[in-house]
């Protein structure tokens, strides 16, 4: 089994729909973090959580809204999705020090319509 | 002006070519530089970890940062169709509690 795990892995819907994405992860790290990944413009981070009790926006957190339900499962939602929020979405995590290595999910791709 | 500039590519070349892959940024900050892979539809992987400025070499990988120039460098030697793929360079600083700002990534395609 994969140590970083999304759901769904593809997902397509209509503008103004309530989406969330849920990851969960096996590693055991304190930190996980939310990004997007579009053509062009690379990863960019949404929103990173250093550990249960703490949320800190990203670069690109408008529209968007996490939830840390336990130390392993950290989910991403869009409260009202729009055609532009169509993307690769990604879910990491990673251990406090150590330069800031990142482990990786598989990704969630969103379509809205 | 991003923070880290990355050729997105695509870069082409034939199979048992040298690969150079590069990035440059602006922050003097910067000390942990990283590549990452990415194969497609999959998330990506790290590849190369270097602290500071130097060399690093991992097999067919080596990995060099200049801080003087602001530049580093992935170097791929004997390519394999197996390498094409997606190289994201990213960097952190101890300041940033080692949040890491992103290459926009090079896709590499190695011809048979």
């Known amino acids: 089994d994969a140590d970083v795990t999304q759901t769904p892995r593809n997902r397509i819907t209509k503008t103004g729909k309530r989406i969330m994405l849920e990851c969960s992860q096996t590693k055991g790290h304190d930190r996980m973090y939310w990004y997007r990944q579009d053509p062009g413009l690379g990863l960019r981070l949404i929103y990173y959580s250093f550990d249960v009790k703490d949320i800190n926006k990203g670069e690109i957190s408008d529209g968007y809204s996490v939830s840390r339900q336990a130390q392993a499962k950290f989910s991403l939602s869009l409260e009202s999705a729009i055609p532009n929020q169509t993307a690769l979405y990604f879910c990491?995590?990673?251990?406090?020090?150590?330069?800031?290595?990142?482990?990786f999910g598989e990704g969630s791709r969103l379509t809205v319509l | 002006q991003k923070e880290v500039e990355q050729d997105p590519g695509p870069l082409s070349v034939p199979e048992g070519a040298i690969v150079s892959l590069n990035c440059t940024y602006s922050n003097s900050a910067f000390q942990y530089f990283m590549w990452y892979r990415q194969y497609s539809r999959k998330g990506p992987e790290l590849l190369m970890y270097?602290?500071s400025s130097g060399n690093k070499e991992d097999g067919r990988f080596t990995a060099q940062v200049d801080k003087s120039s602001k530049y580093i460098s992935l170097f791929i030697r004997d390519s394999q169709p197996s390498d094409s793929a997606t190289y994201l360079c990213a960097m952190s600083d101890l300041g940033s509690n080692y949040q890491l700002i992103w290459g926009a990534g090079t896709k590499l395609i190695i011809k048979p």
């Open positions: 990491a995590t990673s251990a406090p020090g150590g330069g800031g290595e990142l482990f």
């Open positions: 270097t602290y």
